[in-house]
């Protein structure tokens, strides 16, 4: 998908260092001075779910630690190759919410656009690393469908460009896309979920801060942190560009045993993401997708880790730990 982009006439700097990403589990390990036994099952669970990480991204991990909390986030390893019980290919059913292709309306006054499937990392957890995409993501000519749903449902006043990712799209692309939505009248707000920012902070760039400096809506940029140490002097660089175009910043995170699963991480992560600018959102728990079992959070230590952080931190870092559930009308959002 990326590919396409790229035979574009102008090719963008930070689609260079995309196309450099490392996608070779022995390539990694190797760049982080890790033991090479780690590579048989790296192999195994990179055949189901392909290995992707930026080099920006590897920059920040830690040599010879095998479970650093990015690392994790990244590497394949044997654990995705159980088959747990209660796992799923589509764990949200979103199969059955789709509109149109590429359009998932679940949730009321909300549409989610399926932009491209390309990301610029692949999240081990991740909750679409099965999702068919082929069949619904909405690119290029194929977003006509989608759009013409839109128009003709005067209850939607937002839509959300997701992905995948849909900063992986240029930003020719997006403006096309952008335009073409400012024809439908009842539109209110734009929201876009990305994970980019954080692992590819270069793809904040010129022509995408014009971009959303053009938009002719009041705008949300949700991105998707997990982890105090993914945020660098680069990322909230790309944090701060995002801010000063008047477009209000927030995160989401995923609770991810072995990454972001106690107290101290939860708090040192609100604490970055507000001094890099972003409030925290959404602190979800575990989709229950085929290959991710070994992150799972129980719910009571999901709870219990909130009533600790929120006894420590002021009550707009502390996000809010939600549940998504196949049928629901929107987010299950866990009180205490
Ligand atoms: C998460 C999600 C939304 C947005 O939910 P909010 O609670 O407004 O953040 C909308 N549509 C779909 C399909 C979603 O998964
Ligand atoms: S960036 Fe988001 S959509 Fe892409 S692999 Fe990670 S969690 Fe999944």
């Excluded at 024809?183 to 209110?188: D, N, Q, V, Y």
Aim: glycine share 8%; proline share 6%; charged share 20%.
């Amino acid at each position: 998908m990326i590919t396409a982009e790229l035979a574009g006439r102008h090719r963008e700097s930070w689609q260079y260092e995309l196309a450099e990403a490392i996608t070779d589990p022995g390539q990694l390990l190797e760049a982080l001075a890790l033991d090479p036994a780690l590579l048989t099952p790296a192999l195994a669970a990179a055949a189901r779910f392909r290995l992707r990480v930026p080099r920006s991204f590897v920059a920040r991990m830690r040599r010879g630690d095998a479970r650093d909390p990015l690392l994790r986030q990244v590497l394949p390893i044997g654990e995705e190759l159980i088959d747990a019980e209660g796992y799923s290919g589509d764990p949200l059913g979103e199969s059955a919410a789709n509109r149109a292709p590429g359009l998932l309306h679940k949730y009321r006054g909300r549409a989610l656009l399926v932009t491209t499937g390309a990301c610029a990392v692949h999240c081990r957890y991740c909750f679409r690393r099965e999702f068919p995409y082929e069949a619904q993501v909405s690119e290029g000519g194929r977003w006509a469908g989608a759009l013409m749903a839109i128009r003709a449902d005067t209850s939607i006043e937002e839509i959300i460009l997701s992905g995948g990712d849909p900063l992986s799209l240029s930003n020719a692309r997006l403006t096309a896309l952008t335009g073409s939505l400012a024809a439908i009248p009842h539109l209110r707000r734009l929201r876009v979920h990305t994970r980019t920012p954080v692992v590819l902070p270069s793809r904040v760039d010129d022509g995408f801060v014009a971009w959303l400096r053009t938009l002719p809506w009041p705008a949300v940029v949700v991105v998707h942190t997990n982890h105090a140490r993914e945020i660098d002097n680069a990322v909230t660089g790309a944090f701060t560009r995002i801010r000063a175009t008047g477009v209000q910043l927030l995160n989401q995170s995923v609770l991810l045993a072995g990454v972001n699963d106690d107290e101290e991480a939860l708090v040192a992560l609100s604490g970055a993401l507000f001094d890099a600018g972003a409030l925290p959102y959404y602190l979800h728990l575990l989709d229950r997708v085929r290959g991710a079992s070994h992150f799972a959070v129980p719910e009571a230590r999901g709870r219990e880790l909130m009533r600790a952080i929120s006894a420590r931190l002021p009550g707009y870092l502390v996000p809010r730990l939600a549940l998504e559930e196949a049928g629901a009308a929107g987010k299950t959002v866990l009180g205490d």
